[in-house]
């Protein structure tokens, strides 16, 4: 499987294995936003289009308030809106962009080939901050973990040769092992717990920031980084 495009890194990446603005995030996310000199982080709510979505423009105010940052949800949950070119100019011009989890493949749907994802690049080329969790994550890499079962997909392939296991710590042994037995062998898995992330800077080093472990499959070779590693394997 090869990537669908690369990204050069202009702002810093963080990809989270799920659970986002939970205790032990802040540090993480205040980082996120004081190295883009953010005020405001834009949030796209269509991964959990069919999981509450109302609630995530409160659970975004709420969480980073304390910040210092203000959130602003964009009224993105199907193809429609991702195609309206007043909604990717706003965040073209974020610098600071969320996108939450839910379903990664309703959120290729919408995001796949769409203004507003060229919008989100173009951020971040900009020097903006991205953060993607679960969903978000594991769709930015290519190849990208199926979720119906632990095969692979096509992902949006900016991280390209990078799949990313979102919630690794506690996700079904026999899932995580066919993520393992099918991985093809010009990439690596990221197995990435809840309320953690692997952060890429823009010079393109990675390091693991959050609660839990990070861990690196290449083959059935695996590495394991705590918060505060550098993860080398990513160069």
Do not use: N
């Not at 005020?39 to 995530?56: D, L, N, S, T």
């Not at 010079?203 to 920031?209: A, D, I, P, Q, T």
């Amino acid at each position: 499987m090869t990537a669908t495009r690369a990204v050069r890194s202009a702002g810093f990446l963080a990809l989270l294995g799920g659970g986002e603005w939970q205790p032990g995030c802040e540090a993480l996310d205040r980082h996120l936003a004081g190295a883009a000199e953010a005020k405001e982080v834009v949030v796209i709510p269509a991964a959990a289009a069919f999981e509450h979505p109302e609630r995530i423009a409160d659970r975004a105010t709420a969480y980073f308030a304390p910040l210092g940052v203000k959130a602003r949800t964009v009224p993105v949950l199907h193809r429609t809106e991702a195609e309206d070119q007043k909604i990717a100019e706003v965040v073209r011009r974020a610098r600071f962009v969320y996108i939450v989890d839910g379903s990664p493949l309703h959120l290729r749907s919408v995001l796949k080939d769409s203004p507003l994802f060229e919008a989100v690049l173009a951020a971040y080329r900009g020097g903006a901050s991205l953060a993607a969790s679960g969903a978000g994550a594991t769709l930015l890499g290519d190849p990208m973990v199926d979720p119906r079962g632990g095969a692979y997909t096509v992902g949006l392939g900016v991280v390209p040769d990078v799949a990313v296991f979102p919630y690794h710590g506690t996700a079904a042994d026999h899932m995580r092992e066919r993520s393992i037995d099918l991985l093809p062998s010009t990439a690596q898995l990221v197995g990435v717990d809840s309320s953690t992330a692997i952060v890429r800077s823009p010079e393109g080093h990675w390091r693991v920031e959050g609660v839990g472990d990070v861990t690196v499959y290449t083959g059935r070779d695996a590495r394991v980084h705590r918060s505060g590693d550098t993860v080398a394997e990513l160069g």
